[in-house]
């Protein structure tokens, strides 16, 4: 899983779609079904601060089991949105593309847990 959404693996400005993670989860044998319950992003500079990730990761489990509007879960996200590179001539800067990708160096990146009947 990890390898798919690496970095070698991934284009800039690539977004990531739910059902490329569920497509991708489906292909790993033995596993007969996918329940994602938080597709969502985490910055680099709150992935390198330990206490900051440890609150966005928690921040995240809470919308995972809340609903928006009462109709509509607020996660999993269908689609996370990456930037390509642009250049905004008003301010003459450059802002670079991004890049999503699945890490195992940040905690609680992926987690699968079987279903047990």
Same mark, same amino acid.
């Given at each position: 899983?990890?390898?798919?959404?690496?970095?070698?693996?991934?284009?800039?400005?690539?977004?990531?779609?739910?059902?490329?993670?569920?497509?991708?989860?489906?292909?790993?044998?033995?596993?007969?079904?996918?329940?994602?319950?938080?597709?969502?992003?985490?910055?680099?500079?709150?992935?390198?601060?330990?206490?900051?990730?440890?609150?966005?990761?928690?921040?995240?489990?809470?919308?995972?089991?809340?609903?928006?509007?009462?109709?509509?879960?607020?996660?999993?996200?269908?689609?996370?949105?990456?930037?390509?590179?642009?250049?905004?001539?008003?301010?003459?800067?450059?802002?670079?593309?991004?890049?999503? =990708?699945?890490?195992?160096?940040?905690?609680?990146?992926? =987690?699968?847990?079987?279903?047990?009947?």
């Amino acid at each position: 899983m990890f390898e798919k959404f690496s970095f070698e693996r991934q284009e800039l400005g690539e977004d990531v779609v739910l059902s490329r993670v569920i497509g991708t989860i489906q292909q790993v044998p033995g596993v007969d079904y996918v329940d994602v319950d938080i597709l969502d992003s985490v910055s680099e500079t709150e992935a390198q601060n330990p206490d900051i990730l440890n609150k966005k990761l928690q921040q995240l489990a809470k919308l995972g089991m809340s609903r928006g509007d009462g109709q509509l879960p607020v996660q999993p996200k269908q689609r996370i949105p990456v930037n390509l590179a642009v250049f905004d001539s008003t301010i003459n800067q450059l802002f670079p593309a991004q890049l999503a =990708i699945l890490s195992p160096q940040v905690p609680d990146t992926l =987690i699968m847990k079987e279903l047990k009947s």
